[in-house]
């Protein structure tokens, strides 16, 4: 019975260790992860807002989907600036302008109409993936809206979003449920956004 006892007893004292062990580590592990993730999501977003803004130069509004926003970086041209020399800082002391630099032939700055995805991101980008949260075959939410500014003007917004459920949900329940509980208090989306579709914040991030 004393021996029996014994093993019990270390048995017992394994697994306390064990979960003590994993009360420190599991919170640590699942912030790890969650920051991987989150890196990749805010790079995916940043890339989105950056597609936007140049629809929106083009159209004056922005895309209402991805569809339409993949069409036109497949399909539409935009400026691209290619230039040849910089100003000294001695010319920039005199006064000399880049526009003045360029007409009398110190540098050169030629203008060239180039498809929208190669001058954005380069020829290698995968614009299909674009509305993908990376890691999941889920979509990010899009979506378009006009808002009146306080001096009276209509601003076109957009919004592209994902929520913690969405790039989570397969880790840590509670952890998750924590983090959507300080969201919910403290009156923030839970997860990850760019854009708004209810206050004009020019396209900021919410990690911003």
């Not at 009360?23 to 597609?51: H, N, T, V, Y």
């Not at 040849?84 to 007409?103: F, H, M, N, P, S």
């Amino acid at each position: 019975m004393k021996v029996t006892f014994k093993i019990l007893l270390v048995a017992a004292v394994v697994v306390l260790i064990y979960m003590c062990y994993r009360s420190i580590m599991a919170p640590i592990e699942f912030e790890q992860e969650r920051g991987a993730r989150e890196k990749a999501i805010i790079a995916r977003l940043i890339d989105i807002r950056k597609a936007q803004i140049e629809y929106k130069n083009k159209y004056k509004v922005h895309a209402a989907s991805f569809e339409e926003l993949s069409r036109f970086l497949k399909e539409e041209k935009i400026p691209f600036l290619k230039k040849e020399g910089v100003l000294t800082d001695e010319q920039l002391e005199k006064g000399l302008t880049e526009k003045e630099a360029v007409k009398q032939g110190l540098i050169k700055r030629d203008t060239f109409w180039v498809i929208a995805k190669d001058t954005l991101f380069g020829p290698a980008f995968n614009v299909d993936s674009l509305k993908f949260v990376p890691g999941t075959t889920q979509p990010f939410f899009m979506d378009t809206a006009s808002l009146v500014s306080g001096s009276g003007y209509t601003i076109k917004v957009f919004e592209a979003s994902v929520t913690y459920d969405t790039y989570l949900g397969d880790l840590d329940k509670q952890e998750v449920a924590n983090l959507k509980d300080v969201a919910t208090k403290s009156n923030k989306f839970a997860g990850l956004k760019v854009g708004s579709l209810e206050e004009i914040n020019n396209n900021a991030g919410n990690w911003e």
